[in-house]
């Protein structure tokens, strides 16, 4: 097998590798950015790809969908994001699975042998969760794009519209504009909705 670890912290991918060398003798691949990983799957075949969310350069929802175009490889996400408006959208973007970092070795290996035999794997307390979310906030959210949530987190963690374009690699009119028209989709004028409803969903 050829795993592929895409995670901007070395010491995680360190310990997954350690991992991973304690029940397989793959191949493993590294990429500490989303457009490096990119690179890895256009130039050869993968058989899995774990992926963690928050990546700098090109977040991990969109990275997701680009992925899903070099090949059939299996992708389970391991993110710091348990909430369920992240989960559904990997879900909905390929993934094959979800982890949150929080999850025990003996879980994520159990999940990193289903979704890389073809089937899927939900951790358990996030599968819980999703069961037991309100769908009023999740489905306000459900018409943005993978660009719109990265910057609705970063709005939710206390970031200035120039600390998110630094972040995200765009220029601040491209920020401010994307914020306009992400209060146009909800249906909200105050930067302030904007936020309540991000924090409603679970969005951090």
């Not at 175009?69 to 094959?96: C, D, K, N, W």
């Amino acid at each position: 097998m050829r795993i592929l670890l895409v995670d901007d912290h070395a010491i995680v991918r360190t310990g997954l590798r350690k991992l991973l060398a304690m029940v397989s003798n793959a191949e493993i691949l590294e990429a500490k950015t989303g457009r490096e990983s990119l690179a890895i799957a256009k130039a050869q075949p993968l058989d899995m790809i774990i992926l963690d969310l928050n990546l700098p350069e090109l977040g991990g929802l969109e990275l997701l969908s680009r992925l899903r175009q070099f090949g059939p490889a299996p992708i389970l996400v391991l993110s710091m994001h348990s909430e369920p408006i992240y989960v559904t959208r990997a879900l909905e973007a390929g993934a094959q699975g979800y982890m949150s970092k929080n999850a025990s070795p003996d879980e994520l290996l159990t999940a990193i042998r289903q979704v890389s035999g073809g089937g899927r794997y939900i951790e358990q307390e996030i599968a819980q969760a999703l069961i037991l979310q309100s769908a009023v906030p999740a489905a306000s959210l459900a018409q943005l794009a993978p660009r719109d949530l990265e910057i609705l987190r970063h709005l939710a963690a206390g970031r200035s519209l120039s600390e998110i374009a630094e972040a995200l690699g765009l220029g601040y009119k491209t920020i401010a504009n994307n914020c306009s028209l992400i209060k146009t989709k909800l249906g909200v004028t105050k930067t302030a909705d904007l936020l309540r409803l991000a924090l409603e969903a679970g969005v951090s």
